[in-house]
């Protein structure tokens, strides 16, 4: 993972303000002869308790303080990704759809406001399935939205999510992830093509394994020549404790443990190499890079 900072900077960055669409585009990069547009799913509501459960609280609160982020609640951006160039129209997860919450599933509108509908996505890849990176690829009937699309998924990922014994061992909490993941993986089974770690699924779109939150979580890493863009999904949640204290264990990864060894992994090696990143559930447009700091990292957008 190599680029060079003044290749990012010259790389068209932009924020939804400079697109003009203000709450359905955030962001957008160049990539060679690609483009990478991300779009707005709408956000989510939850508890704190999602992220900071068993946190030391001394040290948590001036962290949440600095960064202006409730103890209570978290209300988390949903940042899809879209590529296109090359022949290709690639849609990296499907959003939430209209039966997770009712905050999120608007990516609809921001494809369409780039004008692209469901028919035009070539390939949908999922980092993991989780109701708001999967729930949306079906539609209101429950049949396949994405008709014309490929549909990739790790092999580790979906073996845990179509396995029968996963909803009983997922937890309670978790209970309806499951039931759900199984019901719409198995409409699209037909659609679907599996892949594993370090493979290229399509040219220029590289897999890497990224476990903890799920079992077979998976981050892309696109690339056009010198230019690229690591997408992340939710190996780094969000854009304040998993950053600040990326060793703390944190309740939303399904392994704790696991999760804050691919985050740490992750993030330093995306600070050696001066990478941007997409973050599904980090704020400022989800497009920008991480920074070391003095006691731990940071997120920062570049325009």
């Known amino acids: 993972m190599q680029i060079d900072r003044r290749a990012f ?91 997770f919450m009712p905050t999120a599933g608007k990516s609809l509108a921001a494809l369409e406001a780039l004008g692209v509908s469901p028919d035009d996505i070539t390939d949908l890849i999922f980092t993991h399935g989780h109701p708001d990176h999967l729930w949306g690829v079906l539609d209101d009937f429950g049949d396949p939205l994405f008709t014309n ?21 997922i937890g309670n909490a978790r209970q309806a992830f499951a039931v759900g993941a199984e019901r ?50 939710d190996s780094i949640g969000n854009d304040h404790i998993a950053l600040a204290r990326p060793d703390w264990l944190s309740p939303a990864d399904q392994d704790p443990i696991l999760g804050a060894q691919t985050r740490v992994g992750l993030i330093n090696d995306l600070v050696a190499a001066q990478m941007p990143i997409v973050g599904f559930h980090l704020g400022q447009g989800g497009l920008g890079r991480i920074e070391k700091t003095d006691d731990g990292f940071s997120f920062r957008t570049e325009v």
Request: charged share 15%.
């Open 184 to 233: 719409r993986l198995q409409v699209i089974a037909e659609q679907t093509t599996f892949f594993s770690d370090a493979e290229e699924i399509l040219p220029g779109v590289g897999a890497r394994i990224t476990p903890g939150h799920t079992p077979g979580h998976m981050s892309f890493e696109v690339r056009d020549g010198n230019s690229a863009v690591m997408i992340v999904g």
């Open 9 to 99: 900077l010259a790389q068209g960055f932009a924020t939804s303000v400079l697109l003009g669409f203000p709450g359905l585009l955030h962001a957008q990069m160049t990539l060679g002869q690609m483009t990478l547009d991300v779009v707005s799913d709408g956000h989510l509501v939850l508890p704190g308790s999602f992220a900071f459960n068993d946190m030391p609280k001394d040290e948590l609160m001036p962290i949440l303080e600095r960064m202006n982020q409730p103890f209570d609640q978290l209300t988390p951006p949903c940042n899809l990704s879209l590529l296109r160039g090359n022949g290709r129209v690639v849609l990296f997860d499907a959003g939430s759809g209209s039966e």
């Open 149 to 169: 699309a490929t549909h990739y998924m790790g092999q580790a990922e979906w073996d845990y999510w179509t396995d029968p014994n996963t909803v009983s061992t």
